[in-house]
């Protein structure tokens, strides 16, 4: 058995991605009824962030500890990955020390040449390219919600961005139909939605996403790092917010997602993003928490290491 790492939904297999979202369910529940286990007892998270966070520190740290193990926080300002210390030399030494790493960073290339020198498994909390357990988490909420999102059809109206890819890698997993809505110039990588031309479509108005569809999803307009376009980005994205006016497009029963944090007033309108008829923002972000246990658990049982 070798080591398994989850650096984009595509290292699970499809029947892999459900068991993992239907232990996550079940890992709520057992916590719900106050029921403890320890899996990871004696075991140590490395959390390498090169990026700000709540939720996924919080929730990375919070799930290790319930599950009887701990967390390490590392971050550039305080460690020699900050002084230049080689990407491989950091994987060797961490991966002897620890059982298990997990890295926010920018170039998704950094978390491919982490995991290539690692000797335990790598999570990718987060790079320029994808935030895959987020949509482990999303993909339960819409299944709490609303049942297995099998040939669905799921809007995501904004940028083309880390979040979109990994909905677009979800529709592949998960065999949705998948809208995607943002202004020209700002569409995800072209090879990531060439892998999955069957499942998504790029459409120019937030109208002809949101149309029909059973779940609607949005994210900030720009992106960790992205900071020096602020002010372009909000003229480039004018039109794109997500409100109930938008909303009343998408089916009756359909459902917002937002991984948060949220700009109110930016992508999403305040009253949508409190209305809970609509909204499930806290349940999703509620879910990183159980859907990244049951991560953690399946890479633990299914690595060499
Ligand atoms: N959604 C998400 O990843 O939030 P944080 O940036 O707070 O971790
Ligand atoms: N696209 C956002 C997601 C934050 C959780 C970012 O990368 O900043």
Known sequence: MAVRHFLTLLDLSREELRAVVERAIEVKALRNQGVTSE?????????????????????????????????????????????????EDSARVISRMVDMVMIRT??????????????????????????PCQLLADLQTYVEHRGSPEGKAVAWVGDGNNMCHSYINAALMYDFELRIACPEGYDPDESIVARAKDRVKIVRTPQEAVSGA?????????????????QIRLKAFEGYLVDHELMSHANSDAIFMHCLPAHRGEEVSGDLLEDEQISVVWDEAENRLHAQKALMEFLQENSNC
């Open 214 to 230: 059973d779940w609607v999803a949005t994210d900030v307009w720009a992106s960790m790092g992205q900071e020096t376009e602020q």
């Open 39 to 87: 899996p990871f007892r004696d075991k140590v998270l490395g959390m390498i962030f090169e990026k700000s966070s709540t939720r996924t520190r919080v929730s990375f740290e919070a799930g290790m500890a319930q599950m009887g193990g701990s967390a390490l926080f590392l971050s550039p300002r305080d460690t020699q990955l900050g002084r230049g210390e080689p990407i």
């Open 106 to 131: 920018f170039g998704h290339n950094v978390l491919e040449r982490f995991a290539e020198y690692s000797k335990v498994p790598v999570i990718n909390a987060l790079s320029d390219s994808y935030h």
